[in-house]
């Protein structure tokens, strides 16, 4: 101590908060190298994927998409992209049209459903693949 009441208030003061501040800055790196896959809710690779035809049966989870979306629900002959067991997009073979959850990362999942309605309505979608003539393939 140094007699002066203040000056000691304030060095005391000072350690605490330094203290403080690296007790937070420690717990926020540990959380943030630490955080658990269950808590993240993005679509990882590591997850199945299936894409299939929608039924009869599949009426009121097509609504469902379709009220996040706030969008119509599709109609006629519509594929739907689940991951495990959740529907997460849809798409409308005969017009393009998708709906999709909003709320999770589903942009790789209507680019998927979009090549494959595109394959189902016979569109080429073969973009740089050429085939040669066989022309190529003989000798000179």
Excluded at 47 to 71: F, G, H, K, Q
């Amino acid at each position: 101590m140094t007699g002066y009441l203040t000056y000691d208030a304030n060095v005391a003061r000072l350690e605490d908060l330094h203290g403080r501040a690296e007790r937070r800055r420690m717990t926020r790196r540990a959380a943030r190298t630490a955080t658990p896959a269950a808590t993240q809710t993005r679509v990882g690779v590591a997850e199945p994927v299936t894409i299939r035809r929608a039924t009869a049966a599949d009426r009121a989870t097509l609504e469902r998409l379709a009220a996040l979306d706030s969008a119509r629900a599709p109609v006629g002959d519509v594929l739907i992209a689940e991951v495990g067991d959740e529907a997460l997009g849809a798409i409308e073979v005969a017009s393009g049209a998708t709906i999709a959850d909003p709320f999770r990362p589903t942009a790789e999942l209507v680019e998927l459903l979009s090549l494959r309605a595109a394959r189902l309505r016979g569109g080429s979608d073969r973009r740089g693949l050429r085939l040669r003539p066989r022309a190529a393939y003989r000798a000179a």
